[in-house]
C-alpha cells in the first residue's frame, strides 16, 4: 500500500469511529424517548379514563 492509500484508510477508520459513538448516543437517547413516551401515554390514559381500578373484587 502507498503512503496516500494509508492515510485515507486512517481518516475512513476514525469517521467510522465517531459515526459508531454518534449511533450509541442516538439509541441511548431514542431508549429515554421510548420510555417517556410510554410514561406520558399511560398518563394521558389516567386522564382520559380514571386511574385502573385493582379493587373490583372487593367491590362484589
Not at 4 to 13: I, M, P, T, V
Not at 23 to 36: F, G, H, S, W
Amino acid at each position: 500500500m502507498n503512503w496516500d492509500q494509508e492515510l485515507e484508510n486512517d481518516r475512513l477508520k476514525g469517521m467510522i469511529i465517531v459515526y459508531q459513538e454518534h449511533i450509541d448516543v442516538l439509541e441511548k437517547e431514542n431508549k429515554e424517548l421510548k420510555a417517556k413516551t410510554a410514561f406520558l401515554q399511560k398518563q394521558l390514559e389516567y386522564k382520559s379514563y380514571g386511574p385502573p381500578i385493582y379493587e373490583e373484587s372487593a367491590a362484589t
